[in-house]
DNA sequence: TGTGAATAGGCAAGCTAAAG
DNA sequence: CTTTAGCTTGCCTATTCACA
């Protein structure tokens, strides 16, 4: 790769501010690594305005003349060089000690002549900035709960991390460090997160780039339960669409800005939209936290309607309900499925329509009826169900897609496909009729406005699932 | 008819409960 | 206690959709 053929002191005496100059920097390695390259190892950078908007909202407690950073991933360093330049131009320090994690080897040579302009810059400024690239894997590096040197727990004022998100495999080597804060599926990021909250000093700061699949999810829960314990929740930003473009043109993710104080003290969360005019919501903790979700806040005529649904004491099991998964994993079992109408019905998701469950359908590719010697488990009585697409809404959608059912005339039995979630009686001796207004009564709630702001401030991936159904709280319904 | 966006579906793998 | 089967879950991507 080559070295950009300018010195950092032209730059300083052309008046660059650190974030104008580290964008050139940036702008070299994007041309030199493709995007399928970066994406491997997930090395995206911050843009600069959001990197600025960020830095913008920190906050330093340390009463001292001196100040320590970290910078978990910093890539080329635009999150440490917009927030060197917000807390020069805002605090009074006379050190600033930075430290940057980066084992990227294609970037280290760029990192390395951004630390030399930031150097000058400070020095510029009348601040020593001792700054030090560590070239450890930290993630990979065993053992973590002790950090490694030159890292040591709870040693910063401050925590910045765009860190990469890719999954690690349950089998892999840096998840089996990590047992304590991984539940099944992990994503790289969450680690960092977790190393960013044991940096942090007591009344120290972190700020996170991640997506926001942490909020809610099984797979986050030991993470969630880490940050709420450890720390107090300053302020989030959110993208309101996986398609929002602010790191770079391809990237699709939702993502948010986690700001984090390690205190006790008790504050109110600053919640706001990436790129938005409006002024920050200010939000209690225990509205935004609860059960260990974090609840994202909506418009303010939906977090109205997000309160009143949450102080509603009922749950699905007090009407007699359960809630479970479709039992048919079509590739691991494809014995068992069939074309033949003599066998039994096999529901897809794409048979449940909102309202109606319309099988067969004409012309689907997937064989729509399973085995009568398949495993009793798999097949299903006919009584009343209520059968629920496992997808979240989208932009057309904005209600559940479900269904009342009563089983097919002409068949006794049927099978459900691991996408459609069912609703079913736990006692099958209730009579019918009694059945009927129960679960016409529950339907109505499900895709009513009520229950459906709650899923859309709950889910934050594609799937709604059983877990998010058995927590809907149900009101006192008239049946 | 071509293109980018939206979404349904593919699929892996952790977890749990049952079986040995 | 160990092994296995099968239940759930979330992420990724191939397919479909919508619109020019």
Same mark, same amino acid.
């Given at each position: ?24 920097? %940036? ?8 995007? %399928? ?336 010697? %398949? ?105």
């Amino acid at each position: 790769m080559s070295i950009i053929p300018f010195s950092s002191e032209a730059y300083i005496t052309d008046g660059l501010s650190p974030s104008e100059f580290i964008e050139k920097v %940036s702008q070299i390695y994007l041309n030199y690594r493709s995007y %399928s390259d970066r994406s491997k190892i997930g090395q995206f950078f911050t843009n600069l305005n959001l990197a600025k908007d960020i830095a913008n909202r920190v906050e330093i407690s340390s009463k001292s003349k001196e100040i320590s950073i970290i910078d978990l991933g910093s890539g080329t360093g635009m999150l440490s060089g917009c927030a060197l330049e917000f807390i020069i131009n805002n605090y009074e320090f006379d050190v600033i000690n930075l430290d940057l994690v980066e084992i990227d080897n294609n970037v280290l040579p760029l990192l390395e002549i951004v630390v030399d302009f930031l150097s000058l810059w400070c020095a510029s400024r009348n601040v020593y900035l001792n700054s030090k690239i560590i070239t450890l894997d930290i993630i990979g590096s065993s053992p973590v709960e002790n950090l490694f040197y030159p890292l040591q727990i709870e040693s910063y004022d401050l925590v910045i991390s765009n860190p990469p998100y890719f999954k690690i495999g349950g089998k892999s080597r840096v998840s089996s460090y990590y047992k304590n804060i991984i539940n099944g599926q992990a994503n790289a990021y969450t680690l960092f997160m977790y190393l960013g909250i044991n940096l942090m000093k007591q009344g120290g700061s972190a700020i996170f780039i991640t997506p926001q699949s942490y909020f809610n999810g099984d797979s986050f829960k030991k993470l969630r339960e880490h940050l709420i314990s450890n720390t107090k929740i300053v302020s989030l930003l959110v993208s309101q669409s996986r398609y929002t473009q602010f790191l770079e043109e391809k990237v699709m993710q939702k993502i948010c800005i986690t700001s984090l104080v390690k205190s006790n003290e008790d504050r109110k969360v600053l919640f706001n939209s990436i790129n938005s005019l409006a002024v920050d919501l200010e939000i209690d903790q225990n509205n935004l936290i609860k059960d260990d979700i974090i609840y994202t806040p909506l418009i303010d005529s939906e977090n109205h309607i997000l309160n009143k649904v949450m102080s509603y004491g009922k749950r699905l099991k007090d009407f007699g309900l359960g809630v479970s998964t479709g039992s048919i994993v079509p590739h691991e079992t494809p014995q068992l499925l069939s074309e033949d109408a003599d066998q039994i019905p096999l529901i897809w998701l794409k048979h449940v329509k909102d309202g109606e469950i319309k099988w067969p359908i004409e012309g689907f590719k997937r064989k729509q009826y399973i085995i009568s010697s %398949s495993p009793n488990k798999k097949i299903m009585k006919k009584d009343m169900y209520i059968l629920l697409r496992r997808c979240a809404f989208s932009e057309t959608r904005k209600h559940l897609y479900c269904s009342v059912f009563e089983g097919f005339e002409k068949y006794e039995t049927f099978s459900l496909e691991n996408h459609v979630n069912y609703i079913y009686f736990l006692d099958k001796n209730i009579n019918l009729e009694h059945k009927k207004v129960i679960l016409n009564a529950v339907y109505d709630y499900l895709i009513s406005d009520e229950a459906s702001v709650f899923f859309k401030s709950r889910c934050n991936n594609t799937q709604i699932n059983v877990t998010d159904i058995r927590s809907l709280p149900f009101p006192d319904l008239k049946i």
